[in-house]
C-alpha cells in the first residue's frame, strides 16, 4: 500500500509538471490523454514487474544508508503480512537473530550479583519481554483496523456527497425540463430555468441542458452545442465519474484532488480544441466571445460541476482567460516535442508502474552483524546511472520546448521565415524574442512590422546591477481576487512594457505599479499589485534614452497628411505590401477614429504585429499603430491597446478596404 501511494503519488507530480511544460507547446487533446496514465494507475490493479527503474529502488538504498539493519527491499510489505498473522520464513529468521541478541544481553545482565539477585525478587521482570511480544502485534493489528475503517469511512462519505449532488442536480433538472430538439439525431436538447451555464449531463442518457434566460443569438447557440456534442465525443460525461472515483477511492490524498481539478480544467481545453476543428478555426474569434458570453452568466463553481457529473461550457475567471488564450494561439504539436514527450512518458511509467529489483543476496543472513553489512554500492549505482539519464532527457526536452516556443502562434507559425527570426533591431539596439530568467528583461511591443508579438530588451552593467537590486526589493503581496478589481477600481493604465524575472511577469501601470500572478498552477489565481516608482522611473528612462520608446498620446492624433499602410499576414499570404493615402475625406475619418478611441485593459493580441499603420501630421510628427489584422477593430500604440470600433458590430474590414492596392483574401 505504501509502495502504491510512493508511486502514483510521483507519477501524478510528473503529470502536473509536464501539463505546465506542455501547456502551450502540444494539442491539448494529447495533453489532455496523459491523464490516463494516472487513472491506469490509480483503478488498475496491473501485476507488479521488477525493474532497475523503479522509483522504490531508491526507497529501498535509502533505508539501508540510514543504517537500518532489519530493512531488505519490499520489508514493509513482509512485515505486514507477517504482524497480521501470516507466517513468514525470513521474519523468523529475524526473530530468531533478535532472541539470541536478548539472550546474550540476558546472560551479561545475569552475571552480575545484584541484577540476578533483583531478577529472582521481581518475577514481573521475568516476564517482560513475554508480554512485550505478546502486546506489541496487537497493537499494530489495531492501527491497522482503525486506519483501515477510516479509509473506508472517507470513502462512503465522499462517494455519498458526489451521489447525493448527482441526485438531487438530476431531480432538480427532471422537474422544469423542457425538450427544444435533438443534436445531429443524437442528443436531446432541454431548457430549464436557473442553471447558469450550457452543460452535458447524464452518465447513461446524457443530454444538454440550457438555460432558458440565456441570451444566445443563432451563431452562439451553434457553437454551444457544438461544444457540448464535443464533450460527448469525447466522452467527457463519463470521464467526470471516473474522476470522481478516484477522489473517493483516494481522499486521503491532496495531489489526486489537484490532479482532479487539473484534468477537469484540461478537458475543456481539449473540448475548445475538438469544437474548433469541428466549426472551423476561422470561427475561433466568435467562438471565444460565446465562452466570454456564456462565463458571464456562470453560478457554480468548477467544483460543483465536476461533484454534478457534468460537463459545463464556461468556467472560472483564470480558467476561462487560458482558454481563449489558448483559442487565439492554438499550440502546434512538434516531432520533437512528441517524441521527446514519449520518452519522459516511458521513463515515468517504469519509474512508477514498476517494482523494486528483490535480489536474493540483499537479504540479511542470521546472525548479521555490523562488520558484515550488505555490499550497497551495486544498487546504489545503479540507481545514480539512472538518474543521470533521467536528468539528461529532462534537458533535452526542455531545449527542444525551448527551440519550439516561436512557432505555436497561430498566425506566424504559417511563415516559417518570419518564425526562425529570434530577434529584431529597433533604432539600433537588438531586441530578443525571448527573456533570459536571470537578468531583468523589459518587454515592449514596438509599434513596427515585426515577427513576434512581445520582444524584449536586456539591459547591461551598471544599468541591469540597479534593475536587479530594485526588483529584488519588489515582494509580491499575493491577493486572491479572480475580478481584478483592485486595476479596476484604481483605474489604472498600462505603459506598454512589462518586466520580466526569475518566471515572473510583472505588468507596469502608470503610477509605479507592478501587477503580476502567481505561476504557481496549485493556486487557483493569485495576484499582487505593488508599488516601486524608483524601478518604474529607471525603466521608462532607460527605454526612452536608448530606444526612443515611449507612450503616445492618442488625442494627438489630429491634421493627418498621410497615412501609409505597412502589412504581412496571413490575410496576404505572407506577403509585404505598403500603400500611402492621402485622401483627406479618408484622413479626416481615421482622425474621427483614433483619436476618440477607447483603452483596451490586458491589450488585444490579434495579430497587431503584422500591420503597422504610419500616420504623418501636419507639424511633421509621426504616429505609428499597430493595427489587427483579424475582425477586431482595435489598434496598439507601443503596447498600450485602444478600440476604436468604426461599427456597432465587430469588424474591422471597414478600415482595410481603403487600401484597395493590397490584395486581401479574408478568412475570417
Excluded at 510528473?14 to 501547456?23: K, N, R, T
Excluded at 523468523?92 to 540476558?106: H, I, R, Y
Excluded at 449531463?201 to 443530454?207: D, L, R, S, Y
Excluded at 466571445?289 to 457534468?310: D, K, N, V
Aim: overall charge negative.
Amino acid at each position: 500500500m505504501i509502495d502504491h501511494i510512493i508511486t502514483s503519488t510521483l507519477l501524478i507530480l510528473f503529470l502536473l509538471l509536464l501539463s505546465a511544460l506542455l501547456e502551450k507547446r502540444i494539442d491539448p487533446c494529447l495533453k489532455y490523454a496523459l491523464w490516463l496514465l494516472a487513472v491506469v494507475k490509480l483503478l488498475i490493479p496491473l501485476p507488479a514487474f521488477e525493474t532497475h527503474m523503479s522509483v522504490l529502488n531508491l526507497v529501498d538504498q535509502t533505508a539501508l544508508e540510514s543504517g537500518d539493519t532489519d530493512y531488505r527491499p519490499g520489508a514493509h510489505t513482509d512485515t505486514a503480512l507477517t504482524q497480521s498473522g501470516t507466517p513468514d520464513a525470513s521474519a523468523s529468521d529475524q526473530n530468531l537473530e533478535q532472541n539470541a541478541l536478548d539472550q546474550k544481553t540476558s546472560d551479561q545482565k545475569n552475571s552480575d550479583p545484584n541484577n540476578l539477585n533483583q531478577n529472582v525478587l521481581n518475577p514481573a521482570f521475568l516476564d517482560q519481554n513475554a508480554s512485550d511480544q505478546q502486546t506489541a502485534p496487537i497493537s499494530f493489528f489495531q492501527i491497522s483496523v482503525i486506519l483501515t475503517a477510516l479509509w473506508i469511512a472517507g470513502i462512503l462519505l465522499c462517494g455519498g456527497i458526489f451521489l447525493w449532488s448527482a441526485v438531487r442536480f438530476r431531480s432538480w433538472l427532471l422537474h422544469d425540463r423542457i425538450l427544444t430538439g435533438r443534436y445531429r439525431d443524437k442528443l436531446p436538447i432541454f431548457e430549464i430555468d436557473g442553471l447558469g451555464t450550457p452543460c452535458l449531463t447524464g452518465v447513461f442518457a446524457p443530454a444538454i441542458y440550457i438555460d432558458r434566460k440565456a441570451h444566445f443569438d443563432e451563431e452562439q447557440l451553434a457553437y454551444i452545442l457544438a461544444h457540448e456534442y464535443t464533450h460527448f465525443r469525447h466522452r467527457d460525461h463519463l470521464w467526470t465519474v471516473v474522476r470522481c472515483i478516484c477522489i473517493c477511492i483516494y481522499w486521503y490524498n491532496p495531489f489526486v484532488w489537484l490532479a482532479a481539478y487539473r484534468s477537469a480544467n484540461d478537458c475543456e481545453l481539449a473540448c475548445d480544441a475538438g469544437t474548433l476543428k469541428r466549426i472551423g478555426e476561422e470561427n475561433h474569434i466568435q467562438y471565444a466571445r460565446t465562452l466570454i458570453l456564456a462565463a458571464e452568466m456562470l453560478s457554480q463553481t468548477p467544483g460543483m460541476r465536476m461533484a454534478g457529473y457534468r460537463t459545463g461550457a464556461a468556467g472560472g475567471m483564470q480558467e476561462m482567460k487560458k482558454r481563449i488564450r489558448l483559442i487565439k494561439n492554438r499550440p502546434r504539436t512538434r516531432i520533437a516535442t512528441l517524441a521527446a514527450t514519449l520518452v519522459l512518458c516511458c521513463g515515468i511509467v517504469g519509474c512508477t508502474y514498476g517494482s523494486a529489483v528483490h535480489d536474493g543476496g540483499t537479504q540479511d543472513p542470521p546472525g548479521l552483524t555490523d562488520d558484515a553489512q550488505p555490499d550497497p554500492p551495486i544498487t546504489r549505482t545503479n540507481t545514480e546511472t539512472l538518474t543521470n539519464a533521467e536528468i539528461n532527457t529532462e534537458i533535452h526536452i526542455e531545449n527542444t520546448m525551448t527551440e519550439s516556443e516561436t512557432e505555436i502562434n497561430t498566425e506566424t507559425a504559417a511563415e516559417p521565415e518570419s518564425a526562425q527570426s529570434e530577434s529584431m533591431v529597433y533604432h539600433g539596439i537588438t531586441l530578443y524574442a525571448d527573456p533570459e530568467s536571470d537578468q531583468v528583461c523589459i518587454g515592449v511591443q514596438p509599434s513596427e512590422l515585426r515577427d513576434h508579438m512581445e520582444y524584449f530588451y536586456i539591459p547591461s552593467g551598471d544599468v541591469q546591477r540597479r534593475l536587479i537590486s530594485l526588483m529584488e526589493h519588489t515582494r509580491p503581496d499575493w491577493q486572491d481576487d479572480g475580478d481584478l478589481s483592485v486595476i479596476v477600481k484604481k483605474g489604472l493604465k498600462e505603459t506598454g512594457y512589462e518586466l520580466y524575472y526569475k518566471g515572473y511577469a510583472y505588468t507596469v501601470f502608470e503610477g509605479g505599479y507592478l501587477y503580476t500572478t502567481d505561476p504557481d498552477p496549485e493556486h487557483d489565481f493569485a495576484e499582487s499589485l505593488v508599488r516601486n516608482e524608483a524601478l518604474c522611473d529607471l525603466v521608462r528612462q532607460v527605454l526612452s534614452d536608448e530606444l526612443g520608446y515611449e507612450q503616445v498620446d492618442i488625442t494627438q492624433i489630429h491634421d493627418i497628411v498621410s497615412a501609409k499602410l505597412d502589412v504581412r499576414s496571413i490575410f496576404t499570404d505572407w506577403k509585404f505590401y505598403s500603400q500611402t493615402i492621402t485622401d483627406q475625406k479618408i484622413l479626416a475619418l481615421f482622425e474621427d477614429w483614433f483619436s476618440n478611441a477607447t483603452y483596451i485593459l490586458w491589450g488585444a493580441g490579434c495579430g497587431n504585429e503584422n500591420a503597422c499603420l504610419e500616420l504623418t501630421l501636419a507639424d511633421g510628427n509621426v504616429i505609428r499603430l499597430s493595427m489587427a489584422t483579424d475582425s477586431c477593430p482595435n489598434f496598439g500604440v507601443n503596447g498600450v491597446y485602444y478600440d476604436y470600433r468604426p461599427k456597432a458590430s465587430w469588424g474591422n474590414t471597414e478600415f482595410y478596404q481603403y487600401f484597395d492596392e493590397i490584395p486581401w483574401k479574408w478568412t475570417l
